[in-house]
């Protein structure tokens, strides 16, 4: 079966039931997996509203508002994640989420508040390179060599997907 026949059957099956939350999920990884941001984007949108605490709808959620350049969805995906996941040490992830898409639009003393914040929980390389990046771009280079901002969001990308891993291990995502 392609993945076009799959969103068919998954929304037929979603117009049957409009709150099945295995169709929504399948229905989101076909729009992903064809290069659909924007509605897979939706359909993670919809299966929050249906499950507001499923921490990988969450996750799905803020990962692709900031692929779609939905900046402010994912910023606040995140925030709901940094209140929902209990888990010990996981409010990191949460912010290198915020700060992945603050660096994406520009808004680099913002990622500076961020890593900031950040650095009182977490002083580990990626945190710390995030903190030095935006401080040369707010204070400038001065004479210390900044990390290029493509390795940084990099890092933050490579976190996230530690972050879902850590969940799939912890509850079975």
Do not use: C, K
């Not at 779609?68 to 996981?90: I, K, M």
């Amino acid at each position: 079966m392609s993945r076009i026949e799959s969103i068919d059957w998954f929304s037929r099956a979603l117009g049957v039931r409009p709150e099945l939350p295995a169709a929504l999920r399948g229905m989101m990884e076909a729009y992903r997996l064809l290069g659909l941001v924007g509605d897979a984007q939706g359909a993670a949108a919809r299966l929050v509203e249906l499950q507001p605490d499923d921490i990988g709808a969450l996750l799905d959620l803020a990962d692709l508002s900031i692929v779609a350049q939905r900046f402010d969805d994912g910023v606040e995906a995140y925030e709901r994640l940094r209140r929902l996941d209990s888990e010990p040490g996981h409010e990191i992830f949460a912010l290198h989420g915020m700060m992945r898409a603050e660096v994406r639009r520009g808004r680099w003393r913002r990622v500076l508040d961020l890593a900031l914040e950040a650095t009182s929980i977490d002083r580990m390389p990626l945190t710390t390179d995030v903190l030095a990046l935006a401080g040369a771009r707010v204070f400038g280079a001065r004479n210390r060599p900044a990390p290029a901002p493509a390795a940084i969001e990099r890092g933050l990308e490579l976190s996230q997907a530690h972050h879902r891993e850590l969940h799939e291990e912890i509850v079975g995502l």
